[in-house]
């Protein structure tokens, strides 16, 4: 097996983070790697997407998990390994939230084949977190003064 973490922390509200997350179509706008995006089925557990990163070819994922507010998991499976990535909101104060990426891949060959792709999946996760927290802080603040 082979894993990777990634977690940034911030003031935005959960639910705008849950909000970008669900907008499957709008991922784009944070995640600079996303050349087109499909979902297909509500953003829940069963939901198919076909992601296709810039210049590359598309990703085939299975929404495996979500529970509203609070996480997604995302399957992805080819060459017998399964490449499973979970998408959290850790509540750490009433005004602050960490959010999480982990990714574990397992199957035959992974302790051999994880190294080799992992770090070229996962590579961007810094910038493209930083780019979601930096949405939803703009979304939460919106929501605020709309609140006035």
Same mark, same amino acid.
Do not use: C
């Given at each position: ?35 087109? !995006?499909?979902?297909? %089925? =509500?953003?829940? /557990? *069963?939901?198919? +997407? ?7 070819? $598309?990703?085939e994922l299975l929404v495996a998990e979500a529970v509203e ?5 995302d399957e992805a499976r080819f060459d017998g390994l399964a ?21 574990? !891949?397992?199957?035959? %060959? =992974?302790?051999? /084949? *994880?190294?080799? +792709? ?7 996760? $810094? ?8 949405t939803a802080l703009v979304r939460t603040a919106l929501a ?5």
């Open positions: 097996m082979w894993e990777y973490e990634h977690g940034v922390e911030t003031t935005a509200a959960p639910e705008a983070v849950w909000a970008l997350w669900a907008d499957v179509e709008g991922w784009g706008t944070w995640n600079a790697d996303i050349g087109k !995006i499909e979902l297909r %089925g =509500a953003f829940a /557990a *069963g939901a198919e +997407i076909t992601m296709t990163p810039a210049g590359q070819d $598309p990703v507010g609070e996480m997604f998991v490449l499973r990535t979970t998408h959290r909101i850790d509540r750490l104060a009433p005004d602050r939230s960490r959010v999480v990426y982990r990714m574990e !891949i397992t199957g035959e %060959g =992974a302790g051999e /084949a *994880g190294p080799h +792709i992992g770090p070229a999946i996962t590579a961007d996760w $810094p910038d493209t977190m930083a780019a979601l927290a930096r605020r003064t709309a609140r006035g």
